[in-house]
């Protein structure tokens, strides 16, 4: 009788085994094939052939296996369908399987209503993610296993998406935080992405089994996912054949299917043959002249060399801290390198500085005074403080003055580096406009070298592979998860190393030009444009720019070392003759040992990290506001945001009600209109019992009933309100939904956002826990009061509630939200007239009602005042400013407060708006061009900030303070 | 409640100068439609050129189509959007059209989600390139003024009847497609139809929906079918990537090749439902006005209309009728509230129950990546409707410019690997 064969092919692996007809497993195999997907199957067929010969059932299973399938003509079969009847094989009993692939994962639902789930098309929590993140660290997977089995403490990381991980990892990898504890920290998320991602609102229980590689191999993640889900340990099966367990299931499936001979199936997929279906692009370069000319042409900006063994004299260091990578570079007077340091981090940036400085005075040999040294990027702090540098400097500010040097005409600075995309547009020398890539659409350098690895090569060989290439792949251009699947594509068709590595190349640049910039042509991008970052030295990242743009651009030699020029030549212009940068003698001394503890100044809780150096001194970061560092906070005198935490909730007076205790949510809609819903309640004698404040932990107690993991962090946020409000056993909870919102005469029309109104709904789908008794959620428009009084005393028709009663409670209502934002203007005009008496400039941080929470907007308010600024917020300033008539459609209550809070920016010189935007809030995809276009028509800055549930400021900071830096630029010129 | 006087402001204009549309223009200029249903959309573009416009419903499904909008519109825009910039432009730069004589038209809803801000995202994405261009409203809610579509009683009633006609023939081929014994019957049966329904519009006789539809039924009826039944699965979602190839990567065709039947409940559907909301607004709201009276005699004359229609598909018997709207609201109550009007809203979960109630227990629910009503009314009412319908099998598919084809295609094949066991246990 003909044996059965599952062959499944992986987006890394390809796994075959051989199974006889009673289910007994003969042969298994599990094999990485690098993109050679063809080729690792024929192999390991070859090798059946070998040992077994003879007839087969076969089916191909698995995310790459279906272009396989259909040119090969063998089944295919889906792979949950697969592991399915694996599962019903071998493990009856089973109430629930998770399978984690290399970018898939999974879970069935076997008892109680199967249900079969896999990831969507932004999802993290993968095998690909674990890779990803494993390569930041500079370890491999199996050593971040054993790190994360030695862990003490877990750090919130993003799970959704690998790229927004990478923002929250990157600060702690600079802040010196144990590999051990980021190690587990990752597993944790990934196992977070999978109980909310997937799961979806259906809690997994019961006897669960484990499948797929990384849970196979990763003892840390197994642990966490046992530890989150309250596994006992005969309920969590991990099958000895779990990494090729989908292929198993393929065999079996195979017992239906028509035998073949082995030598018919090797020749079946011998001619399966890559199809025309992948786009291709045009070749980098057409042949080997035309690549020596540019070459030749870059070469002409490179920068001199001086000899620091022989050079005798001043000279100024500059550091960039960066991401992923340390760069060092020490200058003569005139310009010329003395020595010059590129290096990954490895995650112990003041390591690798101390030493190179200490090999600089090695070299030097007491010829060469540093008169003068800065350090910028992510560990500018940290730094800085360790070897008591000169300076800090803002990165962006350190880069245009880099490109200055090369082009003192320039227009036009990009620069990627291994984590970011950074542009700016120069307009009379002063940076005019910054653009830093949104967490989502990255794709940056640190992206290439995943790709590099996962390949089994350097990156620098990866990325010569494709300057050749003749047809280079079309990968689109957005997150890195979706070029992982655009890949994934291109392998399945058969492409070739050599045309995905040029695809890459050119995706990266596209992301840039259209994603980051959003450049409409490329004249937009200016003339004299300079390009730099690691990233551009990869010449193939080079060309693909110069021909997108359709403009020759300078690439300076140091191209990855730009940050670090830019802060020598600061500390050049800025030397006062004496540095204070630590001798030789200091750094034989020099120690550090860092701890992390838990913040308690306040209810953010913050990880603090302190790194306390051999001279007693410490450094401490990871801190929100200067509580954490140990000192004074700033004052929240001048905070809006500060004063509407604490006024909004004052809106309840607290009085013990007789008729019952009504639950209010305080997230999404009712951070504006809880003065109504008090009011309201407490006149009709309820009390009013609110939810528990916003933390990352009720997030996590209501994740389990989020469906739909691309909403925003606010609307998520809402599932753990509920969850605490349910907790506290409250007599109803009480939610309207509202498609329109209060008219405030000033758009064309007055909606709620679908999220706004309508989340009610999917909060009573979704939440098992909810009725219609304990969860009261009436369709009401507040601006129809006959009807919304009657739908009010309708809904509380248990309470017998008269319309009297109900009218009056309103008006109540009413009252108290008119007196909340008088309160709040009022509040407004008094923080501008100290801000004014005071000097200080003032910060419009607009968004919505619901960002005033701390958890949702992370604390920038508090980073806003520590940087010696004023916060205003968009509706305590909109009323003082004109109407205005916009370019797109004025239809939503909160947004149209936006453009007017814009409008008002303006009109004040000492104003500026910072714009706040929830990441997935697609009506912010318009709001915010236009609140730009109103600030350029003014010569106003526009600054933004995408908040999601990344609770890492190092981004934003950077991101204000060269904001700040281009202000005061600004402000020097106009006196000029 | 409390009007809130606002204290006599000034108007600050922050808008940017854009070519409007003059009647004149009628003459010499042709207007480019996107495409969204093929046939629907070619009996439209026959009526209005035989009103005196030259209009054109754009084809252009390439790659450059995508890569076009990715460029123009703003990244978290929604993919509908994409891909009708990206057709603008792509047709504009072809050298097909005199790009001075060309007028671009879209529909605008004026509901609370973003598709009603098309208008002006078309407008900003044409600025930088075809600044000249005008780009015309096709809108019942009197917005866009100096730009929207003129539009009057006898046309709007010839577009109804070419909705119904369109609707009737995608109902029927989707019916007879899969099953056709000789291949390319099933697509005769429709030019026949195709052709019958713009002869009336030329030669008059349109109105008699009655006779057409029934000879549009006995076209396809008469098409020789195998005998042999296929999984059924729906197709429901966001209007544009429901309905348009070019959104939805070519879905109905991929359901053919895997040997299903895709049913598409039908765009009358969604006219209905934007009529019921405007209703809606009036009952939930105690909204009052001509405003509501006309829609409330819009909506019966339309609902008469479909429900007579409905009576042809019974009589004549050979098809599964299309759904009655009114049982399709009574589906939407038992899962959400009808308040929930913004994009396609209660429309969705309202079809996913009804085509459950009809036999069609697979879905595939197609949203744009990131489409806010959809978190609600689409992946958020996924629970409820298992709750329902105990073998509903649902798959949510999100499309978007980068979303890859292999990963849509895998998503639902497994949704059909279920669908499959399903139907092999109920055989």
Known sequence: MAKLMGIDVGSTTVKVTVVEQDGTVLYKSYERHFAQVRETVLSELKKIKEQFGGEFCASITGSAGLGLSQRSGINFVQEVQAAFVAIRRFYPDADAAIELGGEDAKIIFITGGTEQRMNGSCAGGTGAFIDQMATLLNISVQEMDEYALRAEKIYPIASRCGVFAKSDIQPLINQGARKEDISASIFQAVVDQTVSGLAQGRRIKGKVLFLGGPLYFLKGLRGAFVRTLHLSEENAVFPEDAPCFMSIGAALHSAGVKPMNIDDIISAIEGAEGSDEVMTGEPLFKDKEEYAAFVKRHRATDLTFADIATYEGDAYLGIDSGSTTTKLILITPDCRILYSHYQSNNGQPVDIIVDKLKEIYSLSQGRITIKGSAVTGYGEDLIKAAIKADFGIVETVAHFKAALHFNPDVDFIIDIGGQDIKCFKIKNRAIDSIMLNEACSSGCGSFIQTFARAMGMEIDKFSQLGLFAPRPVELGSRCTVFMNSAVKQAQKEGSSVEDISAGLSISIVKNAIYKVIRAASADELGDNIVVQGGTFLNDAVLRAFERETGKNVIRPGIAGLMGAFGAALYAKEMSGGVSTTMGEEGLEKFSYKSNSIVCRGCTSKCNVNIITFADGSRFISGNKCERGAGRKPASDELDIYSYKQQRLPACITGAKGTRGRVGLPLQLGMYEQLPIWAGFFESLGFEVVLSDKSSRELYFLGQHTVASDTACYPAKLMHGHIESLIDKGVDFIFMPCESYNLDEHDSVNHYNCPIVAYYPELLKANNERLNKDNFIMPYIDLNMWDNTVKKLCASLKKYGISKKQADDALKEGFARFEKYHADVRAKGRDITQKAREQGKQIIVLAGRPYHVDNEINHGINKLLTSLGLAVLSEDAVFDEADLVKVNVLNQWTYHARLYRAAEYACRNEDVNIVQLVSFGCGLDAITTDEVRSIMEKNDKLYTQIKIDEINNLGVVKIRLRSMLAAIEEGKKLKKA | ?427
Not at chain 2, 95 to 107: L, P, R
Not at chain 2, 226 to 237: A, L, W
Request: glycine letters at 8%; hydrophobic letters at 40%.
């Open chain 2, 1 to 427: 409640m409390d009007k809130k006087q606002n204290i006599k402001r000034n108007t600050k204009d922050y808008t940017n100068e854009y070519p409007r549309w003059q009647p004149w223009m009628k003459e010499s200029y042709t207007i480019l439609i996107p495409d969204m249903l093929p046939w629907h959309f070619a009996i439209i573009e026959r009526l209005l050129k035989l009103e005196g416009y030259k209009v054109e419903v754009l084809k252009n499904d390439s790659r450059a189509v995508i890569d076009e909008g990715l460029k123009h519109v703003h990244n978290d825009t929604c993919y509908p959007c994409l891909c009708t910039v990206g057709q603008y432009i792509d047709a504009l730069k072809s050298g097909k059209y005199d790009v001075n004589h060309v007028a671009v038209m879209m529909s605008q809803s004026g509901g609370g989600c973003r598709a009603s801000n098309y208008i002006p995202l078309i407008r900003k994405a044409l600025k930088a390139e075809f600044p000249q261009v005008p780009v015309l409203s096709l809108n019942f809610s009197g917005l866009e003024r100096d730009s929207s579509f003129p539009i009057g009683a006898k046309l709007l009633l010839k577009l109804v009847f070419a909705i119904f006609y369109g609707d009737a023939i995608m109902w029927c081929y989707n019916q007879v497609k899969p099953y056709e014994g000789v291949q390319g019957d099933a697509d005769r049966a429709r030019d026949e139809a195709m052709e019958l329904v713009m002869s009336r519009f030329e030669k008059g006789g349109y109105a008699r929906y009655k006779k057409i539809i029934r000879s549009i039924i006995d076209k396809f009826a008469s098409v020789a079918l195998t005998g042999e039944r296929k999984v059924k699965v729906g197709i429901v979602g966001e209007i544009y990537v429901k309905y348009s190839a070019l959104g939805n990567n070519h879905l109905e065709q991929f359901l053919l090749s895997e040997g299903c039947e895709p049913v598409v409940p039908v765009l009358m559907d969604y006219v209905l439902y934007c009529v019921v909301n405007n209703i809606n607004d009036s009952t939930l709201y105690g909204k009052k006005g001509i405003f509501y009276t006309v829609n409330k005699l819009l909506y019966a004359l339309l609902h008469r209309m479909q429900k007579n229609i409905i009576k042809i598909f019974k009589k004549q018997g050979s098809f599964e009728p299309i759904h009655d709207f009114e049982h399709l609201r009574k589906c939407a109550d038992k899962v959400l509230n009808q308040g929930v009007k913004m994009g396609e809203g209660w429309l969705i979960p309202a079809e996913m129950a009804a085509l459950a109630e009809t036999g069609t227990e697979n879905i595939v629910c197609a949203q744009p990546f990131g489409c806010l009503p959809n978190h609600i009314a689409g992946k958020g009412a996924i629970r409820t409707l298992k709750n329902l319908y105990q073998n509903e099998n649902i798959v949510a598919v999100d499309y978007d410019p980068s979303a890859t084809k292999v990963n849509q295609e895998n998503r639902i094949k497994l949704m059909l690997a279920t669908a499959r066991e399903n139907y092999g246990q109920i055989k």
